[in-house]
């Protein structure tokens, strides 16, 4: 496999010039509602796009990533219709088989529409999400995949053409063995499998949540699948998909975000809708630190901070049901101030580590070691200037604030803004001290940042 990088750096949106000022060490407590799961409704928007009729999408979270999806499909002639958090899709003319590159390349995700295009037209233009500024990006499993089930694939001037070759128009069921279990691979495959002649098998499958919403998603269109959240997924295709009125998941990424906020903050508060089994790696570390996590309900947890210092602990991102990479860096945020000595260990993604610098700005002590971060329990973090390099990133500094002497100004939001729905709205109903403010006079050298 190519090498890996992290996908929620994916997009290189333009530099917000705003900035986040957070005044820490303010208990929190109260309540915090959890939004849709972003990566759902990105999977699930391209998944609308296999539907000749109207859907009807519930809980979608208000990010810039679902903004810019919904600018893609537009831009493939389909119809938005946009009300709080449902969302309405009617994709029964899809206009163009080319996704713009402008928009492919702000949001990576939306390579995924490349499964359904191709089997709603027979074929697909996407743009190769390119390189980004960790490195590249790999479509390979999506494109082999593809090619499994019949498809005519090739890469040129930076494009994937992909067409079903013949006068059937329709995909061939395959069995498909993934050298990794690719979210977007899986989802990509998952999608273009529902209207294939025949069964396909994903082998060594993606088994996080956000695979098994869509999958129920498809499903609730008619389409027949099995084996979603194991390693072995069995798609039989159909020749049809009817309209759905579905509800995303809450998003497991965010309420592992708040879980750790009140980790941090040493506060005690609830979080609500919650489905506590996608959590259950995160919980489990907050757990062996010495934080309480309380079931209140079936989808609601309170998390009680220790009012101790935390433990430290070892942490090693994997696959779904394993340790999400997308709580590495806030993870971090918390042990920065735990007692002791801790390794993060990033496996998924090659280069994930890129917030430490800005976690030593606040007086965090880490080393790094290839893939691996030796952090060591400091007594305090200070509020400095920081600079947020990418989506989970920005969220560890925004913890790293809450819990750090003084001020801290996070600059480069729109990472933030990509994937947190309304955060500085929920961070201050819970109590916490925070406020979005024009930047004044940045020195670009100070973040050395590449003068435009
Ligand atoms: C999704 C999530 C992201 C999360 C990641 C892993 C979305 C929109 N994003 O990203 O938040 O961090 O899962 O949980 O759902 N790879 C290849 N070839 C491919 C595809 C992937 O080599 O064709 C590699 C990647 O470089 C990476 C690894 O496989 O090293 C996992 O990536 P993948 O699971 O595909 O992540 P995404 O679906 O892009």
Redesign the pocket.
């Known amino acids: 496999?190519?090498?890996?990088?992290?996908?929620?750096s994916?997009s290189q949106p333009e530099e917000d010039k705003s900035v986040l000022r957070v005044w820490g060490k303010s208990p929190l407590q109260g309540q915090v509602k959890i939004s849709g799961a972003?990566?759902?409704a990105?999977?699930i928007m391209a998944g609308a796009l296999l539907c000749p009729k109207d859907c009807h999408l519930r809980n979608v979270p208000t990010l810039v990533?679902v903004s810019r999806m919904g600018e893609i499909l537009t831009a493939l002639g389909v119809k938005l219709k946009r009300n709080n958090d449902i969302l309405e899709i009617d994709a029964r003319h899809i206009g163009q088989s080319k996704a713009p590159y402008e928009l492919v390349s702000q949001l990576?995700?939306s390579?995924?529409v490349i499964g359904p295009l191709l089997t709603r037209l027979g074929v697909a233009r996407v743009p190769m999400p390119g390189g980004c500024a960790i490195g590249?990006?790999?479509?390979?499993?999506?494109?082999?995949g593809l090619q499994a089930m019949g498809a005519d694939v090739q890469i040129e001037h930076g494009t994937v053409h992909a067409c079903i070759p013949g006068n059937s128009r329709r995909l061939k069921g395959a069995r498909i063995y993934l050298?990794?279990?690719?979210?977007?691979?899986?989802?990509t495959l998952m999608m273009a499998a529902t209207l294939a002649d025949g069964e396909t098998i994903i082998e060594n499958a993606?088994q996080?949540p956000?695979v098994v919403d869509l999958a129920n998603f498809c499903r609730a269109m008619g389409a027949r699948i099995r084996g979603a959240g194991t390693n072995t997924i069995v798609i039989s295709g159909v020749p049809s998909l009817h309209s759905v009125d579905y509800s995303i998941i809450p998003d497991r990424?965010e309420a592992g975000t708040f879980l750790v906020a009140g980790a941090i903050t040493h506060s005690e508060f609830s979080l609500a809708p919650i489905v506590p089994e996608h959590l259950t790696a995160v919980i489990a570390k907050l757990r062996a630190i010495g934080a309480q996590i309380l079931e209140e309900g079936p989808n609601r947890l309170r998390v009680i901070g220790s009012p101790e210092r935390h433990r430290a602990t070892d942490i090693e991102t994997l696959?779904?049901p394993g340790f999400?990479?997308?709580m590495q860096a806030q993870f971090m945020a918390l042990l920065t101030l735990s007692d002791g000595d801790s390794v993060i260990s990033e496996t998924?993604?090659?280069n994930r580590l890129r917030h430490v610098a800005e976690l030593s700005r606040m007086g965090a002590d880490i080393r790094v070691k290839g893939n691996h971060a030796i952090v060591r329990g400091v007594p305090m973090l200070s509020g400095a200037p920081v600079l947020a390099t990418d989506?989970?990133a920005s969220a560890a500094l925004v913890l790293a604030a809450l819990a750090a002497d003084g001020q801290t100004t996070i600059h480069g939001l729109q990472h933030l803004d990509r994937?947190y729905d309304n955060i500085e709205g929920k961070l201050r109903q819970l109590g916490a001290r925070l406020e979005r403010a024009q930047a004044e006079n940045v020195d670009p050298a100070m973040f050395q940042l590449q003068p435009k």
């Open positions: 496999m190519s090498a890996r990088t992290s996908p929620e994916y972003k990566n759902s990105l999977a990533d990576r995700a390579f995924f590249a990006r790999p479509v390979d499993l999506h494109v082999r050298d990794y279990p690719s979210v977007g691979a899986t989802e993606a996080e956000e990424i696959p779904y999400p990479t997308d998924v993604f090659e989506l989970r994937g």
